[in-house]
Every structure is written in C-alpha cells, then in structure tokens.
C-alpha cells in the first residue's frame, strides 16, 4: 500500500482525481465544503476531515483542487488553513486554476514555514479526469516535482514542465483555456452561420473536425456546440468566467492587447448575467450566439 495523502475539494474535477489516487493505491484523507461529497469514494481508502488544516496534516502531500483564487486562499491560509498544520518539507500540489500572482504569494509563504508549494494546473474535463486522461502544467522547485511525480501520473497522461517559478504554469493554464475559449466562440459562430444558411451544424462539425480542425478541443466542444448538447455540466460558466478575468487581468499586467480575450470575456459575462452560470460553459458560447442570431 502506497502513502497517505491530503486530498481538498471533491468538486466534478476534485472527485475523479481522488478517485484514480485511490485506485492507484494511496489512501487520502479527504476535505470538501459539503463532506457528502466524500460519499461517494471507497470509504475503506479515506478519512473524512472537517477541515483543511486537519486533511493536510501528517502527510508528505496534499493536494487542492478548489473554484478559484479566494477559495484556495482561504483553504490555505484561513482559520483552519492547510499551513497551520502541513508539516515540514512536505508539499501542497496546487491544482485549482487561479492567477500567477496568487501562486507567488502562496509559494512564498509555504518557504517561510519551510513547506513547499507546487503549481500544476490541469487541462481536461471531468470525465477525461475520470480516464487519467489529464494533462498537468507543473512549476516549482525541481526537488519537488520529482517527487510529486508519482502522484501526478496516478492522475494523468502526461506532465508539461514550465520552470522553478511558482506563477509560471498558472499563465500557460490561462493562456490554453483562452485558446478554448475562443475555439467555442468561433465554433458557435461558424456553425450558427451554417444553420441560418440551412446547413446542418453537426454535418459541419463532423466534417471540419475529421479535417481541417482534427484536434480534441474542435471534436469533442465542436460535437457539443453543434448537437447544442449542454445537458451534462463538466465545466460551470462562472467557472470560465473566473478564467476569462484571469486572462484579461493578465492581459492588462503584461500591457499584452488580447481583443479576443475581450470578446469571449463578454460572452462569459453575458452568460453569467443571463443566470446561466451553473450550465456549461460551452452552453454559455453555444447558446449566446444562437440567442443573438435569433435562433
Ligand atoms: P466545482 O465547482 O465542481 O468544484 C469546486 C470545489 O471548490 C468544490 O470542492 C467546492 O466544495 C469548493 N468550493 C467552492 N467554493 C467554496 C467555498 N466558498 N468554500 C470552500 N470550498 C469551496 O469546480 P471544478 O470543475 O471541479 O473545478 C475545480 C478547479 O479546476 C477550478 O479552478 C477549475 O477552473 C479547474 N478546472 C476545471 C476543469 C473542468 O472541466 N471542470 C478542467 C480543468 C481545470
């Protein structure tokens, strides 16, 4: 049997990774706002814990994968924060998408407690989590992401190294979900425009994902925005809306012009307005367009 692990936040993403770690033989002691949650993995493999502080004590790694930047703050440094309690030398895998800046701030505290903090945000929806099918960014100290290594693959297929610095694997996470971002709009365009001309979506979707756009994010989104298929919720709206502010909040800090950023920011922002904000965020693209085209 492998180590015990700390495990926070067993949201759509959180839950199957928790659940391929225990399938590759660690044990976790697991926190999530609502403790049902943890109902729902092999009780024989968890503790329960009713904070952060006590999920990330007495281990060598725990992991967060929390909504956004306040939430993983707050499990850090709140009243019952991890850093109260992770032990020396051991190290907090961060995995949630958040913004450089807060990544910086948090490495730099887990180096005055003589802790260390690794950033490895991932790319893939849930049910790729759910096949180990992910995708993680990593930046930090080299030491610490050898040996988070095994940890990592028991949840992916592949790991992308992007450096010592803690912020830098939280640009390229922001950078890629704005390419997503913009691949959605520019789909939901596409094919809207096809069906006012009376072409049928999923005929284009089918066609220019078997061959000019052969690539995941153009299938399998493309597959989506064409069947307007929102049923099942991988991804919340105001989810990618937090990752559309990041983007633009990252946009002005570099002086780096995205007009595209803009442009699918409004769209999230829209979208959140127009209370659709627990529905998929290819929803938010799929259905603002075909809403203004009258559709
Ligand atoms: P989710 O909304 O399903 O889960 C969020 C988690 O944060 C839950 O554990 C929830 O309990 C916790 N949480 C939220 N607000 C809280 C609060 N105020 N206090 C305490 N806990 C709180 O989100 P998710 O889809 O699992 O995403 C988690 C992270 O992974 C996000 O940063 C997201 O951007 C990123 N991500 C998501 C996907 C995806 O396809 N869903 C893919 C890659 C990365």
Redesign the pocket.
């Given at each position: 049997m492998k180590e015990k692990i700390g495990f926070i936040?067993?949201?759509?993403?959180?839950l199957p990774m928790a659940k391929n770690l225990i399938k590759a033989g660690y044990n976790l002691q697991v926190y999530?706002?609502?403790a049902v949650?943890a109902e729902e993995l092999d009780q024989t493999k968890i503790i329960v814990c009713q904070t952060p502080a006590e999920a990330a004590a007495n281990v060598q790694f725990v992991i967060s994968?929390?909504?956004?930047d306040?939430?993983l703050e707050?499990?850090v440094l709140g009243e019952n924060g991890l850093i109260k309690s992770i032990k020396k030398d051991a190290v907090h895998i961060s995995?949630?998408?958040?913004s450089p800046e807060t990544s910086i701030r948090l490495d730099e505290l887990h180096r005055q407690n003589s802790s260390h903090y690794l950033t490895a945000?991932?790319?893939?929806?849930?049910e790729a989590a759910a096949a180990q099918k992910l995708f993680v960014c990593v930046s930090g100290k080299t030491s610490v992401k050898e040996a988070s290594k095994p940890i990592l693959e028991a949840m992916s297929q592949g790991i992308f190294d992007f450096g010592e610095e803690a912020g830098k694997a939280n640009v390229v996470k922001i950078a890629g979900n704005f390419m997503i971002m913009a691949s959605m709009e520019m789909m939901a365009e596409a094919f809207t425009l096809g069906e006012k001309n009376g072409i049928d979506p999923q005929q284009m979707a089918d066609f220019f994902g078997s061959t000019l756009f052969n690539a995941p994010i153009y299938q399998n989104y493309g597959k989506l925005i064409a069947e307007k298929s929102y049923e099942q919720v991988?991804?919340?709206a105001k989810?990618g809306y937090?990752?559309a502010r990041l983007a633009m909040a990252l946009s002005q800090k570099s002086e780096m012009p995205m007009p595209l950023a803009a442009a699918v920011h409004n769209r999230l922002l829209t979208a959140v307005a127009k209370g659709w904000g627990d529905c998929d965020w290819a929803e938010g693209f799929g259905r603002g367009v075909t809403d203004d085209a009258g559709i």
């Open positions: 936040g067993l949201g759509n993403m959180g999530n706002r609502r949650k994968m929390l909504s956004e306040a939430v707050e499990a995995m949630s998408t958040v945000p991932v790319f893939g929806r849930p991988g991804f919340k989810l937090k990752d």
